[in-house]
C-alpha cells in the first residue's frame, strides 16, 4: 500500500519546470538563433472577419516586419520577434499538441471524456476555445495557447494599431487585454495556472496524470520566456522602474492568494468535498519509514488530529512575509484569518459553510493588500529585507509542505534576480550556489525533507547578512 502512494509522486509534480527555473537562473536565455519555423502571412485584412471580438489566430501577428522578426529589433520599443519566440521556446505553443500525446489521451480515456483534442474540459486550458461566432476565417483550435489567449481578441485592433501615434488605449477600447497591467496580468496566467470556477483541475485530474499546478508571476514570466522589455530594461520607453520585478512578485503573490481562496469558497459547494488537490499532497502520498525514522511523528501534529491531511498554504507561505514588511497592521489581521481557515481546513470533513465565509473574508483582505503591493514602491533596502525576512521564515514556510516550499526558493530567486540586476551583492557567488540548493532539495517531491530544506534556507539567510 505505501508503495503504491510513493510511486504516485515521482510523476506528480512537474519537475521539469523547477529544472527550467533553474536553468534560467544559469543563463538568461540567449536570443539569437531562432528557428526558420514561421508562417508566412501578413496582417488579415478582410473586412467581414475585422469585427472587434474576433479571434484571428496567431499567423496574422507572424509576419516578419510584424511579429516575426528573427532577431529582435533595436529600433522600436517593441521586439517585434514575439511570434518567433512563441513559436520556437514557449510551450504555449504547443499546449493543444499536449492533449494528443499519450499522457492526455490516456487521461481522457480515464476521465471518460472521448477524444482530450475535443473535450472542452480540456480545451478551455489548452487552446483558444471560443465560440464559434467569435473565430475569424485564419483560426484554428490547434494553435495551442497563443497571441490572444492573453492579449484578447485582435480582429478590432489588428489592422489599426501599426499606425502612428496609436496608443495602448485605443487598442484596449477595440478588444486587447490589458496584459500591461499587473493584476489583469496575473488574473490572466492564473486563469489557467490555477484554474477557476469555469476550467479546473482537480484531483481526479491529478490522479488520471495531470500534472499539479503551482505558479509564481515573475519567475514563470521569465521561463516562458518573455518576449516583451520591462520597465527597469535599458530601451524601455514606456516607464523605469528598476523594482518592477518586486512589484511583479508581490503583486503576483497577492492575486494567486486571493483567487486561489476565491476557489476554494466555491470548491466548498461544489459536489466533490473535501476536494483533495486543496490539501498537501504529500501528507497523504508519501512512504513510510520506521518510527524512529519519521520526521513526521517527531514534528508531532501540531494543529490539528494526527493523521489528518493539512490544508495546503502554499500560496499564502510567502506573502505572509511580504505582509509583514510592508503593512504590519494588515499583516495581523490575514494571519488570524487564514490560521482559523487553515484549521478549518485541517479537519477531516471539513465545514463547508464556515470555509466559504472565512476564504471570502480571507480573500477580501487579500484584495485589499493588493492594491498596496500596486503602489508601494521598492528600492533595495525593501528587496533585501524581504529577501532577509522570507529566508528566515525557513522553519515555519518549510513544516507547512513542499508546495510551500517551492514558493519560497522561487520568490528568494527572483528576489535575489531583481537585486543583481541594480545593485552589487559581496557574496553574490555563494548566494547563488546557495539558492540552486533550494531547488535541489525540491527536485525529488516526495522525499522533501522540511529539516534539510530549512537548513537550506538558513544558508541563504547567514548569507544575507
Ligand atoms: C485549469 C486549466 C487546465 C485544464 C482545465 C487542463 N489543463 Fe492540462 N495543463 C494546464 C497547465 C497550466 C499545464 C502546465 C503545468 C505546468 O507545467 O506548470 C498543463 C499541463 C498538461 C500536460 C503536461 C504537458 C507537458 O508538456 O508536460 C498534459 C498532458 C495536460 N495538461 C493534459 C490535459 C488534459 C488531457 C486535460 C483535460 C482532461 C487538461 N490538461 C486540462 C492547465 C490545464
Ligand atoms: C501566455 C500569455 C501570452 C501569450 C501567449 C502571448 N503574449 Fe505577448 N505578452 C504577454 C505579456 C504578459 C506581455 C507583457 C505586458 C505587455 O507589454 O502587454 C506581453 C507583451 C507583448 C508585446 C509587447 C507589448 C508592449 O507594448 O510592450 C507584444 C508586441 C506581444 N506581447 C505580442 C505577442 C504575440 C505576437 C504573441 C503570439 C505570437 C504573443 N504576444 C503571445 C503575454 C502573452
Ligand atoms: C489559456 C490558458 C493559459 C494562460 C492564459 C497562460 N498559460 Fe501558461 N500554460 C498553459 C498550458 C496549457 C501550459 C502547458 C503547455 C505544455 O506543456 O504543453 C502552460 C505552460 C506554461 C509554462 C511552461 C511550464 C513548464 O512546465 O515548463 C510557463 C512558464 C507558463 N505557462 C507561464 C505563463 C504565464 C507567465 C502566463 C501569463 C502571462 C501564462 N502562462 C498564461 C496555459 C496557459
Ligand atoms: C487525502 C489524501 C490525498 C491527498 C491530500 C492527495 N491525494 Fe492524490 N491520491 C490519493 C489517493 C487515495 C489516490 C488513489 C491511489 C490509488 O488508487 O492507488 C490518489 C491518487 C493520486 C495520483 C495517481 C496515483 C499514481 O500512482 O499515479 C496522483 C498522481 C496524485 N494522487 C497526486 C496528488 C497531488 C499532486 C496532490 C496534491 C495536489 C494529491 N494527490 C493530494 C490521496 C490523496
Redesign the pocket.
Known sequence: MTTRLKAAHSRTV?V??LL?IVAIFASIFPLDAFSQNRANSSPATAKSDDAAGKYTGPGSCASTTCHGSIVPRSDNRVLQNEYSIWIVK???S??Y??LTGPIGERMAKILGIGAAETAPRCLA??A?DVPQSERGRTFELSE??SCE??HGPAAGWLGPHTERDWTHQKSLALGMYD?RDLTK??E??L???LGSDEKSVDHEMIAAGH?DLF?E?DT??D??PRHWKEPGEPGEAAGTDPWYNVRELTSGQAVQLRQSLLRLASRSHGKIWPEYSELQCYACHHSLTPPEQSWRQARGYPGRRPGNPPWNPSRYAVFRDVVRQLDGENAEKLDSELSRLGQLMSQLNPDRDAVATSATNSAHLADELLAKMNSASYDPMITLHLLQAISADADDISGQGEHSAAQAAMAIQSLFLAYERNEKLQNSEQLRVAIKGLFQELQNPSAYDPARFASQMKQVNALLR
Request: aromatic share 6%; proline share 3%; hydrophobic share 35%.
Open positions: 512537474n521539469s519546470i527550467a514557449d510551450k504555449h504547443k499546449a499538441a499536449a486550458c489548452h483558444l495551442g495557447v489567449s492573453c496584459t496580468r496575473s490572466k496566467c486563469s489557467c495556472h500534472p505558479f508571476l514563470f514570466s521561463v516562458m
